[in-house]
């Protein structure tokens, strides 16, 4: 994970990024699985670390429990009606912790529609949902791509025709990334 040197923030150290990756379906915890080139313990602790990033996030996000009313309690006590001893109960959330939700939604989350998945699972995940729509609503923006083309731009001259696409790439890389 980034790490910020010398009061510089590293871009994307932000732990919401990671927790936008894991909570979209469409890429869930497959970017740690498949396109990370390093060995299966890291792999395991990287994606430990975000689990427990969206865990915490989870727990931060759960909403109190309603507790009942001082008139409901007194109406209890009342003896004058026929039904004094009956009393409606509160319906309360009797879903599964949030590390149960976790392990079942990446268990279902196979690249789908962010929007249509939580829109359909916001039911059985209730507390990821929260987070979910914490995080998820963190604006895109296109701004970085729109430097790249930019460069792209920049170094791709009419007098520069005959660059090959690699050359092309590997010049707006240096160039992007540099630091």
């Known amino acids: ?3 910020s040197q010398e009061g510089i923030t590293a871009p994307f150290s932000n732990t919401i990024y990671l927790k936008a990756a894991a909570l979209d379906p469409a890429f869930a915890l497959l970017w740690v699985e ?3 080139l390093v060995s299966r313990d890291i792999k395991a602790e990287v994606s430990q670390q975000v689990k427990e990033l969206i865990l915490q996030d989870a727990a931060e996000t759960e909403p109190p429990v309603p507790l009942p009313d001082e008139e409901e309690q007194e ?3 009342e003896g004058e009606r026929l039904f004094a ?6 319906k309360r959330d009797v879903g599964t ?3 149960v939700q ?4 990446i268990d279902i989350a196979e690249g789908q529609n962010a929007l249509l998945f939580w829109a359909l699972n916001m039911k059985t995940l209730p507390s ?3 987070v979910a729509i914490r995080v998820l609503a963190v604006p895109a923006s296109s701004a970085p791509v729109e430097r790249v083309f930019s460069h792209g731009g920049i170094i791709l001259h009419p007098h520069r025709a005959q660059m090959t696409d ?3 790439a590997n010049l707006i890389f240096c160039k992007c990334n540099a630091v």
């Open 97 to 99: 912790t949030p590390g």
């Open 128 to 130: 990821l949902f929260r």
């Open 34 to 36: 498949r396109h990370v």
């Open 1 to 3: 994970m980034a790490q």
């Open 102 to 105: 976790l392990s079942h939604y």
């Open 166 to 168: 690699r050359l092309l």
């Open 75 to 77: 109406d209890i006590g």
């Open 85 to 90: 001893a009956y009393h409606k109960r509160q």
